[in-house]
């Protein structure tokens, strides 16, 4: 059975709406399951779509890519761990990239055997292959320094910037020349230069600031698959493309704006550098005028308490703490204690990822606020505990114009009577500036691993019962 | 008008809508949005189907438009699966 244009220009819209219906899933949880659902069908539709179109004629290949494909993608899927999502996400951003340049390749092999090349396509060619090509190797240092393969440290050398707009000229002008006059040698200098811009692109742009990267890369998939779209004249890659490329526009806006940062600043920064060794904690701490508690100290506090409201940061991912703070929160709530958890746009390494960690260890997300919705109650709160999480709740954003984090919104942890941090050091957050939060005389740290810490925590409170 | 033009009109009122509902997105899904869109993102699979499907397809395009079905099969299946698999995480109180 073959599919008429028309037949499969209403398939192709239906599979936009439903595109869209998808992504209004997630305006709330209880409606994103559907979402996916609607999303998945929207997929099914379009390939089928594809397929049945009069165009697709050699099935060969194409079953054997997309089989594989499914059984890779799954494995990928249902193996990752949830710490590790922001590498996966940058590892699928990387393969629309590359995938994005194959198809233009291929669609410039297949229109010049036919002879249908001109000027216009072969421009629009360049720019899915300039953006494709982009997203895929910035994807790919995003991934290595993710997974720790490269230094997550910013690379930066003089003249940086010129060299890249440099780069970014030249590889444009040889789009260019390949657009007028269709030279395969500009084709390929242009995708090559265009694999070399992506990567200068990113390796600039420190650890801290994962979110952003993110962010970005995920609209360039979004562009590329739009490019792809002009270059087939095809209007659901248009249309798609557009969506997820302002997706990742906007929560790369929102990332910055959490962050007091301008996305040129972060683009262009450099920002924040790794951390030196970790010398003798509680020594450093009481050179510093810094209280150290125990763990004791702290459930004294806390099991009788009204309110505890707890600041999950990456620490806890990485200490991989969410478990025994879930149970820590059970315990306290048996107890009549009301726990909340407060969550900065910015924690984590990428955007809502600690609502995803803390989802995964079973803790309701009506017990989860954003920034907004939990800063009114910090000074209702009897304690509050800071778990592996440092710059979002330093008080000089506040107050030290001088500090590097001015005017950057924080969670006023600092307005609760009393104040918890679970660290490992003494040493300063990725920002590299040191948190006025602990200098305070209702705030005490209690130095050591994370996830140590909060099962201490529950082996205290679950024995001292009185 | 020529279809290029057509194009352009659908890709700035598809922004638009991207625009408005991204907004509405709760910060909460940030980061099932970034895999479902992800997947979304996959409908490159779309192109690499018409290149890979062409009857008069060359050996050269064919083997690039393969890679490019596997790479965004990958997507498609990897970003949807792991979409549904955070979002099953995600739930309500129901203790006692």
Redesign the interface.
């Known amino acids: 059975m073959e599919l008429s244009a028309n037949g499969q220009a209403i398939a192709y819209l239906i599979s936009a709406i439903l ?2 219906f ?3 899933g ?5 409606s ?2 559907n ?2 659902y609607f ?2 069908a ?2 099914a539709i ?2 089928v779509a ?2 049945m179109g009069t ?5 060969g ?2 079953i ?3 089989a ?3 059984v ?3 494995i ?3 193996r ?1 761990e ?1 710490t590790a ?1 922001p590498q ?2 940058a590892a ?2 990387s ?2 990239g ?3 340049v ?2 233009a ?3 410039f ?2 229109k010049q ?2 002879n249908e090349l001109n000027a ?1 396509l072969m421009g ?1 060619l360049s720019a899915g292959i300039i953006i494709g090509a982009i997203t895929f190797s910035g994807s790919v240092i995003a991934f290595g320094k993710l997974q720790g393969l490269i230094s997550g440290a910013p690379v930066i050398f003089k003249g940086q910037h010129a060299v890249n707009a440099l780069l970014a000229l030249v590889t444009i002008g040889f789009g260019v020349h390949f657009a007028m006059t269709g030279s395969i040698n500009s084709l390929v200098i242009m995708t090559v230069l265009a694999f070399i811009l992506g990567f200068t692109l990113i390796i600039p742009i420190g650890g801290a600031d994962m979110p952003v990267i ?2 970005m890369l ?1 609209s360039y ?2 562009w ?3 490019a ?21 526009a ?2 790369s806006y ?1 990332m910055c704006k959490a962050m007091n940062r301008s996305i040129i600043n972060v683009v262009f920064g450099g920002f924040g550098s790794e951390s030196a060794g970790e010398s003798s904690a509680a020594a450093q701490a009481v050179q510093k005028g810094v209280k150290s508690a125990s763990i004791e100290d702290a459930i004294y506090w806390m099991e009788d308490a009204n309110k505890v409201i707890i600041i999950p940061g990456y620490g806890m991912a990485v200490a991989q703490a969410q478990h025994a703070l879930k149970e820590f929160m ?1 315990l306290l ?1 048996d107890r009549g204690v009301e726990v909340k958890f407060a ?1 900065h ?1 910015v924690a984590g390494r ?4 600690m ?2 960690l803390l ?2 260890a ?1 803790i ?5 606020l ?1 920034m907004d919705e939990i800063n009114p109650e910090f000074p209702t709160a009897d304690v509050a505990l800071v778990v592996g999480a440092n710059d979002v709740t330093n008080p000089a954003a506040r107050t030290d114009s001088s500090s590097p984090i001015y005017g950057m919104p924080i969670l006023d942890v600092d307005k609760a009577r009393n104040i918890y941090v679970i660290k490992r050091s003494m040493n300063p957050g990725y920002s590299g500036v040191d948190n006025l939060l602990y200098y305070e005389d209702n705030c005490s740290l209690i130095f050591g691993d994370a996830k140590d810490v909060c099962e201490g925590l529950v082996t205290a409170l679950k024995g001292g019962g009185h | 008008m020529p279809e290029t033009l057509v194009a352009l009109y659908i890709f700035v009122l598809a922004c638009f809508i991207g625009f408005y509902v991204i907004w509405g997105v709760t910060p909460s899904l940030h980061t099932p949005l970034v895999a479902l869109t992800n997947a979304i993102s996959g409908i490159v699979i779309v192109g690499a189907l018409l290149v890979t499907g062409l009857e008069e397809v060359g050996g050269l395009a064919e083997i690039f438009g393969f890679f490019a079905v596997l790479l965004a099969s990958i997507n498609v299946f990897g970003g949807f699966l792991v979409t549904n698999r955070m979002l099953s995480m995600f739930k309500k109180k129901d203790r006692k």
């Open positions: 595109f869209i998808a992504l209004k997630l305006t709330h949880p209880a994103a399951r979402g996916n999303g998945m929207g997929m379009a390939v594809t397929l165009e697709v004629q050699s099935y290949f194409i054997a890519g997309v594989a494909g499914a890779i993608g799954s990928m899927a249902a990752v949830m999502m996966l996400v699928l951003h393969f629309v590359m995938a994005a194959l198809v390749i291929g669609t092999l297949n055997a036919a216009v629009e993110i962010s995920n998939s979004g590329a698959a739009a792809t779209g002009f270059t087939l004249q095809n209007n659901l890659l248009i249309i798609v493309g557009a969506i997820v490329g302002f997706s990742g906007i929560l929102i059970e709530e969550i746009p990428m955007p809502g990822h609502n995803v989802a995964e079973d309701a997300y009506d017990h989860v954003e």
